[in-house]
């Protein structure tokens, strides 16, 4: 009994100093760039030696990627949290402004995405995995437009739900890396807002 609970407090402190490990790397790869930040430099924002850190993690590449999907997978359940509340018809203005919420209040996650870009469009395993995270999100958009099929049209132009959630994640990038130029996260919400809003429905906000 002594030993489970022995081996219980190990794996919580162990879990927390990972937490704390990936808490620190988000923040100095905002800062700085994943190219640029060292091993050294995340352990002493986070509060670790260099033990603890190889403890959790056998390189920079792997806490990169550990980090990505963490936020990722937050964002994509954020998402269908927000996509969720609708029945079955989908009120797109209302859905819309919800989403842009969850998507836009983060500029230090768009720069460690935008890292994990440019790393990705250098290296085809990289590459597989960030489309994977990217899955996520599309198909979470793509699930909730095929719930609304039958109660609220979309512009046939889109084609189906799964080519509609492409649509609506190329707006948001393009959207994001304006936003990552001008620093204006209000006007990228609203801008945001509008483009979807158009690209849903017939420009209107009728629904």
Same mark, same amino acid.
């Given at each position: 009994m002594v030993v489970r609970e022995t081996n219980g407090r190990v794996t919580r402190r162990r879990a927390r100093t990972r937490a704390n490990l990936l808490d620190a790397a988000f923040e100095v790869f905002a800062a700085k760039g994943f190219g640029r930040v060292s091993i050294e430099e995340v352990c002493e924002a986070a509060g670790y030696s260099r033990g603890a850190f190889y403890s959790n $993690? &056998?390189?920079? &590449?792997? #806490? $990169? $990627?550990? #980090?990505?999907?963490?936020?990722?997978? #937050?964002i994509a359940e954020q998402v269908s949290a927000a996509l969720a509340s609708d029945g079955p018809g989908l009120d797109v203005p209302a859905a819309v402004e919800r989403v842009t919420e969850v998507l836009l209040l983060d500029r230090d996650w768009l720069l460690v995405k935008t890292d994990f870009l440019v790393h990705a469009a250098r290296d085809p395993d990289v590459a597989r995995t960030l489309l994977e995270h990217r899955a996520l999100l599309r198909r979470a958009i793509a699930d909730r437009l095929a719930r609304a099929r039958g109660h609220t049209a979309l512009p046939a132009v #889109?084609? &189906?739900?799964?080519?509609?959630?492409?649509?609506?994640?190329a707006a948001y990038d393009g959207v994001t890396t304006q936003l990552l130029l001008d620093r204006d996260v209000a006007h990228a919400r609203i801008w945001l807002g509008q483009l979807l809003t158009a690209l849903l429905t017939d420009g209107s906000t009728r629904h």
């Open positions: $993690f &056998d390189s920079l &590449d792997e #806490l $990169f $990627f550990a #980090l990505y999907g963490q936020r990722a997978g #937050l #889109l084609g &189906d739900a799964e080519h509609a959630a492409h649509a609506v994640v």
